[in-house]
């Protein structure tokens, strides 16, 4: 009997101590922001560059409406994308819950390459910052739903960083011309 009980109030313990997954936020601007310096070494800045630009006309549907600006010279390239939220319901029915929507700003030097992710938010009536979905005094604040939505945001950036650092750090195969 006194196991029974122990397991029990045990289960119940576990269920009320969930993790709570967080989103990287910048100390300055308290948002939500992902970040990272990755070394290329032997690559120019222009061979990165050029994988950078071929990696997002692949990893974008409409790569052309992602770009909002891109400097060769400076090695910059900025762009704004979104990608949908969706939530599974009990009955398993997938149900769409939004945008979010972020800014993608990558720099190039000589054997490195940095890549900011900015303004990553819940597209809204107003600006709903992604950083908000960690604010538990918040009185619409939904552990369930959020939870979900950050796991998502952090999947689609994961995935984002790993083909973007495959991409731009490595040189492209050469085909063989073998007529």
Request: hydrophobic share 30%; net charge positive; no cysteine.
């Given at each position: 009997m006194k196991k029974t009980l122990f397991t029990f109030l045990f289960s119940i313990v576990l269920s009320q101590t969930k993790a709570q997954l967080v989103l990287p936020v910048n100390e300055e601007t308290k948002q939500a922001e992902i970040k990272e310096v990755v070394e290329?070494?032997?690559?120019?800045k222009t061979d990165l560059y050029d994988r950078a630009i071929a990696w997002i006309n692949k990893f974008y549907p409409n790569p052309n409406g992602?770009?909002?600006?891109?400097?060769?010279?400076?090695?910059?390239?900025?762009?704004?994308a979104?990608?949908?939220?969706?939530?599974?319901?009990?009955?398993?029915?997938?149900?769409?819950?939004?945008?979010?929507?972020?800014?993608?700003?990558?720099?190039?030097?000589?054997?490195?390459?940095?890549?900011?992710?900015?303004?990553?938010?819940?597209?809204?009536a107003s600006y709903f910052d992604a950083s908000k979905?960690?604010?538990?005094?918040?009185?619409?604040?939904?552990?369930e739903k959020y939870q979900s939505y950050i796991k998502?945001?952090?999947?689609?950036?994961?995935?984002?960083?790993?083909?973007?650092?495959?991409?731009?750090?490595?040189?492209?195969?050469?085909k063989k011309d073998d007529w």
């Open positions: 290329a070494t032997g690559s120019t992602v770009i909002q600006t891109k400097n060769p010279e400076t090695g910059e390239i900025e762009g704004k979104q990608f949908k939220l969706k939530i599974i319901d009990k009955k398993g029915v997938e149900h769409f819950e939004g945008i979010v929507g972020y800014t993608i700003t990558l720099n190039f030097k000589d054997g490195k390459f940095r890549y900011t992710i900015t303004r990553i938010h819940w597209k809204q979905w960690m604010d538990t005094n918040d009185p619409d604040y939904n552990f998502q945001t952090l999947d689609y950036f994961e995935n984002l960083k790993k083909e973007l650092v495959q991409a731009v750090k490595n040189p492209p195969a050469k």
